[in-house]
């Protein structure tokens, strides 16, 4: 019961086109029969990885000694989530794709409240959730949701919905080499268990953006099966965490694991929901002798290079530097790779503890080497400030901005914008736009979001702006243009009989005619059938 | 200006056969040219190179001189012509040659190879529809060929050889084939082309382009005074003015008149000359229409063919409309150098400077196809070079290209493929200035790469010791071309 749904973009012969969007859950049972999608780790998200489906190594040829076991034990307390989702269209942002439904298991909590993955319902436009046993449905709504964390709440419904489950508690042991259950739902209801070995306990990359958070990779031979878009890792009873990719080719699965979880349950406790705090720094290791003989590192201490100081950052604050040597975070010392000694993992990167031990808002105490010395200075943990980012990593659940003058549509740049061009849109976006996304944190601090006309409604005003594509735009009527909202101020208030669009790439000067492109506003609106031309309260 | 890359195969074959018998009308004058070539490495720079053989055509001009494609004779090491009838290989050299127009003009050492040669003559374009004939030694047999076909099209088009410049060419739909470059294609006894580039069969059926005679024509007068000055350029960008609220914000109102100037590059003809948002109505008092066309000889032409006839210094004169009025600006015509780095190179060595196994090497077109995943900063630097400006900061962008692994460099391979910004605290923007910063004093040398905190370093003492270890295992002859 989930819907494929290709959608191409018609007539453009060099606009963002989106890739046959088949839309896949994890392991929805529909598309078994052409084998198992493939999500590959690392990438942005399961919609964009699910294309490609993988035929050579079904789950079913497990050893028998990993086969599921079916078998009566007490009812998890876990509910199916059925979501209905629709994504915007951002090359033609007043469009809504064609909705897709995702099946997962939700955990209902101690509190009755349900954890899924974020993945799950992002863009949802209905949640409902469904008893596996009686298949007794309810609305339910979305409470908290932490894209970068892969996390999402859902408020409980009606009290007697969840009578007879016993909500879920999170492991707190779990370690390398232990055998836990996956979980999932035959179509009747009967719980289906997984056996799976934690085989690495590690920070790595999250399905969006650039954060990295723990994750544990389990080795596990899963099906197919309905309601498999998320799916809850148990071990004894107690939750160790919430499935977001299966690679089916390796067999490993890469879960959100419980010290995660756990920090977004206490996060989600305060208001307002401050997520995971971000010291805003990126660092190497220091493992090369000629690198610590320059800068002159004792032998035999550890420390992580600081190869990168976010403006506005917590880390800028306290005034780390750049070449400054982390050697203590906390009291806790840091290795050459820049790991600390976690009381329950082991070596683990610092950006755990950071972000996931840590609280926003906590102080943290932090000793680095600098020019020979050690240096103390402490700041404010806070989570990242995305509003002053240049370009967002994703935008979900609020529609794209636009503004569209005269016929000629302009947008602002964000990595969702790149991804119409499908997987593979580092390489097949536009170049430049591509590059100012990718190294935005080396534009100057003033740069704003990033303008650009994105493409064209032809009509009598654009006579021979037909082949413009995805030009920066620098000044509008004389107005510097540092985000939409500019550009739409600077329209409202022509200087002339002109508005003059400065672009930063050739042709290098738009002129519209005002009065022209006023007049065409309501042809635009009726031939291209838009309830409005111009969508200025989108995400941040 | 840089075109789009077209996918043209050069019209070069790569098989070897005897010279055919002397026969009548142009076979007189038409040479076999057979090339052995050496293709430099530019992954492995210090290589001799791979070496290969090719065979085109030519055909003997006035002067005792023979005409070719520059592809069929572009780093050649040794070259002979066969002319028919005559069975000796004569060893030949490369007096001039046009990589920007893909020309060249041979001689050869003992100049008794000329005799029983009738030097052919140039005519004019042929009319669309025309009838032409064109003569090589393509694949499919030995002998001299024919082939016969009409005039398709005359038009710009991009010249493959080098792959950024475009000019006049012509396309015809008689057979060529691999072995045609260089050839003469034929009417009423005269040259009126040089078959030089066509689409595989795969693309395209029957489309052959040749390099027309005005082509031709302006690269014999450029070598007249002995040396190829290369084509003229405008160095800035143009684009059509069809947009009736532009053309009237812009204060042009004769009507299908007039390109906008969208940049202008530096170096270069135009610099200090025109600006952004400038309106070329006319160029050398030919009225420019609002979609680039001239009238020229009777022919609606692009603009640019005015500056293609034109050579190094010669002076253009536009009519320009600026702020709202007209001004009469001449420029004197140069070739901008920016565009040099987004063109093949020929006849060059790799350059190069190796220092404790770290490879450095200038961006440019050779040394990207040399280079498996390239990144998108490599690929933004190359591709907007000259449209974004970046030459004014980086007159070379240089790449840590390679790291032949060694103790002294085990840390540095995550950094493979990085821009260079500074060695030493000094600034590189040239190879030169790597040599250069090498040579500052020092404990250790610092190389800092654009967009990477953590510089990398190489303690100076252990290099001495590493840079001989390194040439020996990796068989490096010298470590540095400037």
């Known amino acids: 019961m989930h819907s494929s749904s290709p959608s191409f973009f018609p007539g453009r012969a060099c ?10 859950a994890l392991l929805v049972s529909a598309s078994f029969s052409q084998g198992m999608e493939t999500l590959k780790p690392y990438l942005p998200n399961a919609e964009a990885t699910a294309a490609p489906t993988d035929q050579t190594a079904p789950a079913t040829e497990a050893s028998p000694a990993m086969a599921p076991e079916t078998e009566t034990r007490p009812l998890p307390p876990v509910v199916r989530v059925n979501v209905a989702s629709q994504s915007y269209n951002f090359s033609q942002p007043w469009r809504k794709n064609p909705p897709v439904l995702r099946q997962g298991l939700g955990v209902v909590l101690t509190d009755g409240r349900i954890l899924v ?46 009578q007879s489950i016993n909500g879920a508690r999170l492991d707190e042991t779990a370690a390398v080499g232990d055998r836990v259950e996956i979980l ?14 934690i085989t690495t306990i590690e920070v790595g990359a999250y399905p969006v953006d650039e954060n990295a958070f723990l994750l544990f990779k389990l080795s596990a031979p899963l099906q197919s099966r309905e309601n498999s878009f998320t799916v809850p890792v148990f071990k004894d009873d107690r939750l160790v965490g919430l499935v977001m990719r299966y690679d089916p080719r390796s067999q490993t699965a890469d ?124 700041g404010a943990l806070a989570p990242r400030d995305r509003s002053s980012m240049i370009s967002q990593p994703y935008i979900f659940d609020a529609p794209p901005k636009f503004v569209i003058v005269g016929g000629l549509v302009f947008s602002e740049l964000s990595r969702q914008y790149l991804r119409e061009w499908g997987p593979d849109w580092p390489r097949e976006a536009p170049l430049h736009l591509v590059y100012l996304d990718r190294y935005q944190s080396e534009l100057p601090g003033d740069r704003g979001k990033i303008v650009f006309v994105s493409s064209v409604l032809p009509g009598p005003n654009t006579v021979g702006y037909e082949n413009l594509s995805h030009e920066v735009v620098e000044e509008v009527n004389g107005r510097p243009i540092k985000s939409l909202a500019d550009l739409a101020a600077a329209v409202d208030s022509p200087t002339g009989q002109f508005h003059r669009i400065k672009l930063a790439e050739d042709p290098g000067l738009v002129v519209l005619d005002v009065e022209g492109s006023k007049s065409e506003e309501e042809r635009i609106k009726r031939d291209y059938r838009l309830p409005s031309l111009r969508q200025l309260d989108g995400a941040e | 200006m840089p075109t789009a890359l077209l996918r043209l195969s050069l019209l070069i074959a790569a098989f070897f056969v005897t010279a055919a018998q002397a026969a009548p009308g142009p076979a007189a004058s038409m040479v076999r040219i057979s090339t052995t070539a050496q293709q430099p490495d530019y992954s492995v720079p210090w290589n001799p190179g791979n070496v290969g053989s090719g065979v085109g055509a030519g055909f003997v001009i006035e002067g005792k001189r023979i005409m070719t494609n520059a592809h069929v004779v572009s780093n050649a090491t040794f070259i ?152 003229m350029d405008l160095a800035a960008t143009y684009f059509p003015m069809l947009n009736p609220a532009q053309r ?58 005015v500056f293609e006839r034109k050579f190094k210094g010669d002076q253009v004169k536009l009519e320009v409309m600026r702020d709202g009025s007209k001004q009469d600006i001449a420029l004197e015509l140069d070739r901008p150098w920016p565009f040099e780095m987004q063109a093949r190179s020929y006849d060059k060595r790799p350059r190069f400077v190796l220092v404790g196994g770290l490879l450095f090497q200038p961006l440019s077109r050779d040394f990207l196809d040399s280079q498996k995943g390239v990144d998108t900063r490599l690929r933004y630097f190359f591709d907007y070079y000259v449209t974004d400006h970046l030459y004014r900061e980086y007159p070379e962008v240089v790449v840590l290209s390679e790291i032949l692994k060694d103790p002294v460099n085990t840390y540095v391979a995550p950094f493979k493929g990085g821009i260079v910004d500074k060695i030493n605290g000094q600034r590189i923007r040239s190879l030169q200035d790597v040599a250069a910063a090498f040579e500052q004093p020092g404990e250790f040398h610092v190389i800092e790469l654009l967009g990477e905190g953590r510089p990398i370093v190489l303690e100076r003492s252990a290099l001495a010791e590493a840079s001989e270890r390194i040439r020996q295992r990796y068989g490096v002859t010298t470590e540095q071309n400037l």
Request: net charge negative; glycine share 10%.
């Open chain 1, 15 to 24: 606009g963002p086109r989106r890739t046959a969007a088949i839309f896949a």
């Open chain 1, 117 to 162: 993955t974020a993945e799950l319902v992002n863009n949802h436009t209905y949640v409902e959730l469904e008893k596996p046993e009686t298949a007794l449905k309810a609305a339910a709504q979305v409470e908290v949701v932490d894209y970068d964390a892969n996390l999402a709440l859902l408020a409980a419904p009606a009290a007697e919905f969840l």
């Open chain 1, 184 to 197: 999932q739902l035959e179509s009747n209801g009967t719980p289906v268990r997984t056996p799976a070995t």
């Open chain 1, 255 to 378: 879960v959100v694991p419980s010290p995660v979880i756990q920090h977004f349950l206490d996060a989600a406790g305060r208001e307002p929901y401050a997520g995971f705090p971000r010291a805003g720094l990126t660092f190497s290791d220091t493992r090369d002798p000629q690198l610590r003989q320059y800068a002159k590192l004792p032998n035999g201490t550890g420390g992580a290079y600081i190869t990168k100081v976010l403006p506005g950052s917590p880390a800028a604050a306290a005034g780390l530097k750049l070449g400054d040597v982390l050697l203590r975070v906390d009291g806790k010392a840091i290795d050459q790779d820049g790991n600390y000694e976690d009381p329950r993992f082991g070596k683990i990167s610092l950006a755990h503890y950071v972000s996931t031990v840590m609280q926003a808002g906590q102080k943290l105490p932090v000793v680095v080497w600098r020019e020979g010395a050690e240096v103390q200075v402490e």
């Open chain 2, 80 to 231: 002979t012509v066969v002319k028919e009838g005559d069975p000796t290989p004569w060893e030949a050299r490369v007096l001039h040659v046009a990589h920007d127009c893909d020309l060249a003009i041979l001689g050869v050492y003992d100049e008794r190879f000329f005799e029983g040669t009738k030097p052919l003559q140039f005519g004019g374009i042929p009319a669309l529809e025309s009838t032409v004939s064109a003569y090589g030694y393509p694949i499919g047999g030995n002998r001299l060929s024919v082939t016969t076909g009409v005039v398709s099209r005359i038009d710009f088009q991009p010249y493959s050889h080098s792959e950024v410049d475009s000019h006049l060419a012509i396309q015809i739909d008689a057979a060529i084939n691999p072995g045609n470059s260089g050839g003469p294609v034929m009417q009423d006894g005269k040259v009126v082309g040089v078959a030089f580039q066509g689409f595989s069969g795969a693309v395209a059926q029957n489309v052959g382009y040749m390099i027309p005679t005005p082509v031709v024509r302006r690269f014999l007068k450029d070598v007249e005074d002995g040396t190829y000055d290369r084509y």
């Open chain 2, 248 to 305: 009237a914000a812009l204060g042009v109102e004769e009507p299908d008149t007039g390109v906008l100037i969208g940049s202008v590059f530096d170096s270069g003809s135009s610099a200090g000359k025109l600006q952004p948002g400038d309106v070329i109505l006319s160029v050398d008092g030919l009225k420019v229409y609002s979609d680039g066309k001239i009238d020229l000889d009777g022919e609606r032409t692009e603009m640019a063919e």
